[in-house]
């Protein structure tokens, strides 16, 4: 992926509602980190990263980008407000990248290991097609045609396709 650019893009911008705490999960801490720092913290360490985007509610926006400031690597990480929907979220994000390709995370899962990163990222190399170009992570990961569906666990696609 070298001659590509790669945007993470963690989505927090979720209402926890299964959480049942009345707030974003994702700004829980664990073992004196929060949720999201352990995803940020990954995807800063991997080398095949080029930058971070970081997608939340607007009324979150200063808690996002404390932990941002405080998890600050060597990649340039942006905050975007996310939308009513988690594909609203998403198409924000695309919307404001011009990356070759994305990997779009879900920040409630925190154990994402570079090892998938980079196995996801490698599977890009096999597609030929453009509908092809899409791998998916999590949950029955695979390729799949319902980009929204994949898009509640994660996703690795080429940025122009999920952006048409």
Same mark, same amino acid.
Do not use: W
């Given at each position: 992926?070298?001659?590509? $650019?790669? %945007?993470?893009?963690?989505?927090?911008?979720?209402?926890?509602?299964?959480?049942?705490? !009345?707030? !974003?999960?994702?700004? #829980?801490?664990?073992?004196?980190?929060? +949720?999201?720092?352990?995803?940020?913290? #990954?995807?800063? $360490?991997?080398?095949?990263?080029?930058?971070?985007? &970081?997608?939340?509610?607007?009324? #979150?926006?200063?808690? &996002?980008?404390?932990?941002?400031?405080?998890?600050?690597?060597?990649?340039?990480?942006?905050?975007?407000?996310?939308?009513?929907?988690?594909?609203?979220?998403?198409? !924000?994000? +695309?919307?404001? %990248?011009?990356?070759? &390709?994305?990997?779009?995370?879900?920040?409630?899962?925190?154990?994402?290991?570079?090892?998938?990163?980079?196995?996801?990222?490698?599977?890009?190399?096999?597609?030929?097609?453009?509908?092809?170009?899409?791998?998916?992570?999590?949950?029955?990961?695979?390729?799949?045609?319902? +980009?929204? %569906?994949?898009?509640? %666990?994660?996703?690795?696609?080429?940025?122009? &396709?999920?952006? $048409?």
């Amino acid at each position: 992926m070298k001659d590509k $650019k790669v %945007t993470a893009i963690i989505l927090v911008a979720g209402n926890s509602t299964r959480y049942g705490q !009345n707030k !974003n999960k994702n700004l #829980e801490l664990l073992n004196n980190k929060t +949720i999201l720092e352990y995803s940020l913290n #990954e995807f800063n $360490k991997n080398k095949n990263i080029s930058d971070i985007i &970081i997608t939340c509610k607007e009324s #979150e926006l200063d808690s &996002i980008n404390e932990i941002v400031y405080k998890s600050r690597g060597l990649k340039p990480i942006k905050t975007v407000i996310g939308g009513a929907t988690r594909q609203e979220s998403v198409f !924000n994000s +695309i919307n404001s %990248t011009d990356s070759d &390709i994305v990997i779009i995370h879900d920040g409630a899962r925190p154990m994402i290991k570079q090892n998938y990163i980079d196995s996801s990222l490698d599977e890009m190399n096999n597609f030929k097609l453009e509908n092809d170009n899409i791998y998916f992570v999590g949950d029955g990961a695979g390729k799949a045609g319902n +980009i929204v %569906t994949a898009a509640a %666990t994660g996703l690795v696609a080429a940025r122009d &396709i999920l952006s $048409k």
